[in-house]
């Protein structure tokens, strides 16, 4: 029987350094060895080279042209057919999001053999005219785009939006596969654990989570959903869940009293902590600017362990999750969100009090399974293993 190609993984981000990139990266590596691929990792994320749960990562000494040298010759001591995916956003393989050498190093790899595809999680940086100096950064952005996708024997985007913008700087016949991004938040199963977060966080209240960055796109459409949601419902506990919710916990308490005594903000948290608190949630209200997609991980940690969410449709929306999973609401319309919210609430403690809550999350859960976890993701990149460099 012939072996199959190893998956050598490029990646600029890998843990220890946090990132979503990275996170991803660990989790489809180690996937990817569990269906008894051979796996390596290259990355300049660590300093040193190890192996463990079957995925072997090596230490690359940067990004630049050095490196990209020492990382071929690296890579030749390995057996071809090489197999390269690499994980792609713009401004996570250094130079300011500007480094053109490295995907003409992969356009180089191609054409000695090596059978180079990219995962998109990004495509490049938009043009615009508030700030005009970041257009050569989109040009440039653009240039890196269409030499990966010479390079490239196929492309996946993380979500469908991105499909058409990139197909028009590809080369004829390339296919694009999309390959949602699963939650990298695991899910655990302690029932009593998650009661008695409920019973900490909630203090006999109902439990209004939302879990993710608080970024400036973000932050100012979930303050205001979250004024409509206490205009609804003033006894609701809001439970924020990321590194930065005690910043915006802060921001919250100072821009309206309502919050004064009813939001909760634990910082930090494992992995496993996180998975513990959204199932300990009511409901999660997750707005999104573009709309929810499948490149978002903190509404795929929600689907993941079976919380009611509450969402936004838009243009990036993909039409399989808000015909399945969620409430939606439009992206400015933040009583609309928070309205939703409020009557969903009101259906899980319904649900909760009849003992149907369980089955209502279980739902959710195999609809995560079925359409996004890594399982489908592995599955959707060895659909084609047995195929080469084009």
Known sequence: MTQKPAWHLLTGEYPPDRGGIGDYTRLLARALADQGRQVHVWTPSVDADSEADGVAVHAMGGVGRDALRQLGEALERHPAPRRLLVQYAPQAWGMRGMNLPFTRWLLARRRAGDDVRVMFHE????FGWQ???RNLLAAVNRLMASTLLRASTRAYVSTHVWEPLLA???????????LPIPSTIPVVDDPERVARVRREVGEGRPIVAHFGTYGDQIGPALTRALQALIGYRPDARILLLGNRG????????ASDERFRDNVVAPGYQSPEDVSVHLQAAGVAIQPYPDGADTRRTTLMACLANGVPTVTTRGPGCASIILGQAVSHAAPGDADGQGQCAAELL?????LLESGDLDELRAKARAFYQREFAIERTVERLLADDDGGAA
């Not at 495509?123 to 938009?126: E, K, R, S």
């Not at 005690?246 to 308490?253: K, M, T």
Request: hydrophobic share 40%.
């Open 123 to 126: 495509p490049y940086f938009p």
């Open 131 to 133: 700030r005009p100096q």
């Open 168 to 178: 028009a700087l590809a080369p004829p016949g390339l296919t694009f596969t999309v």
């Open 246 to 253: 005690p910043d915006f916990a802060e921001q919250l308490r």
């Open 346 to 350: 009101a259906s899980a403690h319904i």
